[in-house]
């Protein structure tokens, strides 16, 4: 495994295909991508499925911090030299107390995942439908 290399105080840099986190961890960081690319994935039924491909101003890990929930997906860096600003649930915590446009910022970024999901959702139920409705 390569090392994450620290530049300045709240910045990582990741190596392509250095994993960040893995899936089911339990965490106590997210991560805003400043540059580079990062992939989420997740196994099911022993099959690696892509979840997303985060670029920079992208936010990701914050469900550690928030709800204090193991992590729901596998974080690799997509490209060589990602650079990631780094808060734990405290830096996490006083940039929503005290910088309300970062927490309209997370704010945005989770509704904007929630409404992404439910229309996913609602395309699988048309899709399940189609399948067990009987032809006309």
């Not at 965490?27 to 491909?53: F, H, P, Q, W």
């Not at 439910?118 to 439908?129: E, F, H, I, P, V």
């Amino acid at each position: 495994m390569t090392e994450t290399k620290p530049s300045g105080k709240f910045i990582k840099i990741y190596r392509k295909s250095e994993i960040i986190f893995k899936e089911n961890s339990l965490g106590d960081e997210m991560y805003i991508i400043c540059s580079g690319k990062v992939k989420l994935t997740t196994v099911n039924k022993g099959r690696e499925l892509v979840l997303a491909i985060l670029e920079p101003k992208e936010f990701f890990g914050e469900m550690a911090l928030i709800s204090d929930s193991p992590r729901a997906a596998t974080a690799i860096a997509e490209e060589e030299n990602t650079r990631l600003i780094v808060l734990n649930q405290a830096r996490f915590l006083y940039l929503v107390g005290q910088q309300p446009p970062f927490a309209l910022y997370i704010m945005q970024g989770l509704c904007e995942r929630l409404k992404d999901r439910w229309a996913d959702y609602l395309r699988m139920l048309a899709k399940a439908s189609e399948k067990t409705s009987p032809p006309r």
